[in-house]
């Protein structure tokens, strides 16, 4: 079992930059690789970053350069900044831990990007 329990999500005016961590718990050692998805209202939960426990980094095509992904293998924590932030960029942000055949998914956090 791997829990999950990410932070940082919030209000931001566009343009703004705001950073979300998200802390594993549990059985790390078995973890393979962590991300984050998000899902705003009327739309299907995707891919956003992940990365590797060796580092390697996979982005979304159309957020790449403006979010990063990042994790710390001692803290078992992963984390993402997003910068230039669009209201576009609004939605509930899930930390996602790949553990072999599961999915373990954190409880999201809640991203609101306008003026």
């Known amino acids: 079992q791997v829990q999950l329990v990410e932070s940082g999500g919030g209000w931001v005016q566009p343009g703004g930059s705001l950073r979300l961590s998200c802390v594993a718990s549990?059985?790390?050692?078995?973890?393979?690789?962590m991300g984050w998805y998000r899902q705003a209202p009327g739309n299907q939960r995707e891919l956003v970053a992940e990365?590797?426990?060796?580092?390697?980094?996979n982005y979304s095509d159309s957020l790449k350069g403006r979010f990063i992904i990042s994790g710390d293998n001692v803290k078992n924590t992963v984390y993402l900044q997003m910068n230039s932030l669009k209201p576009e960029d609004t939605a509930v942000y899930y930390c996602?831990?790949?553990?072999?055949?599961?999915?373990?998914w954190g409880q999201g956090t809640q991203v609101t990007v306008s003026s």
């Open positions: 990365i590797s426990r060796g580092g390697i980094t």
């Open positions: 549990g059985n790390t050692f078995a973890i393979r690789r």
């Open positions: 996602n831990a790949d553990v072999f055949s599961l999915n373990y």
